[in-house]
């Protein structure tokens, strides 16, 4: 099994993992203070659960809360990748999610021509929604999260960033990070499709205002000096 670090930072932990013929079963992990979250990327996995089984297809993800005793394994012969994400927790959570993206489960917030919001996992530490969007789609206008970080993985096509240093174009393929106080927005401006997974850590209520129902949700204007330096974002590219 290989794995390569993509970002630690006190908001957010990404690990590339690899898994090949002939890597032994992985012994189960609990973890006392953080929650993990699997993205299979490639090839299927089995996780096992205090016992259970469960096969874990391509472009599926998985929440696991703090004090659950977990491994996550190649299934069969075929080589298999996943991404894993860990978040602090102080076991708030405890249910266990595993959620297909496409649009085929999930909450959909909007499901139009050209946009799709999709809520995957919705816990305290973490929000996992899926926004699909079509060529020249506007997504959320600059703004900067206060208290929490605002993470994104782009797997299809291509997104522009808002910042303050000015645009930045990101493909498939590539993780970002945003700390608190760094300005950004994001827009679909190419003539393709575009697809990304976006993260809040620590929630705060934010599939709550995807619906609509949290107007104190901790989004703000662009303050007057500009906010974070952008330098502070973190860019990851997945290796190939």
């Not at 259970?52 to 004090?67: K, L, M, N, Q």
């Not at 659950?68 to 080589?79: I, K, Q, W």
């Not at 096509?157 to 700390?179: K, Q, W």
């Amino acid at each position: 099994m290989g794995e390569q670090l993509l970002a630690d930072t006190e908001h957010f932990r990404a690990v590339d993992v690899r898994s090949a013929p002939g890597d032994g079963a992985p012994l189960p992990r609990v973890h006392a203070h953080h929650a993990s979250a699997f993205f299979v990327l490639e090839g299927e996995l089995t996780l096992r659960l205090e016992g259970d089984a469960h096969r874990i297809g391509e472009e599926t993800w998985v929440f696991v809360p703090p004090g659950v005793a977990h491994s996550l394994a190649m299934s069969g012969d075929v080589p298999a990748r996943h991404l894993e994400i860990q978040v602090p927790s102080s076991a708030l959570s405890r249910e266990i999610i595993v959620r297909r993206t496409g649009g085929s489960e999930g909450e959909k917030i909007t499901d139009r021509p050209g946009r799709r919001a999709t809520v995957l996992v919705d816990t305290a530490e973490l929000t996992v929604s899926e926004f699909a969007y079509g060529p020249g789609e506007r997504g959320a206008k600059p703004h900067v999260h206060h208290h929490h970080a605002d993470g994104f993985l782009v797997v299809e096509g291509e997104f522009t960033f808002a910042l303050r240093a000015g645009p930045l174009a990101i493909r498939a393929g590539t993780l970002l990070l945003f700390p608190p106080d760094v300005v950004h927005g994001f827009d679909n401006d190419s003539t393709a499709g575009a697809r990304c997974f976006n993260f809040h850590m620590p929630s705060f209520g934010f599939a709550d205002y995807l619906r609509g129902r949290n107007p104190g949700f901790d989004q703000h204007d662009p303050p007057e000096d500009g906010g974070v330096d952008p330098a502070a974002v973190v860019v990851a590219h997945l290796p190939e």
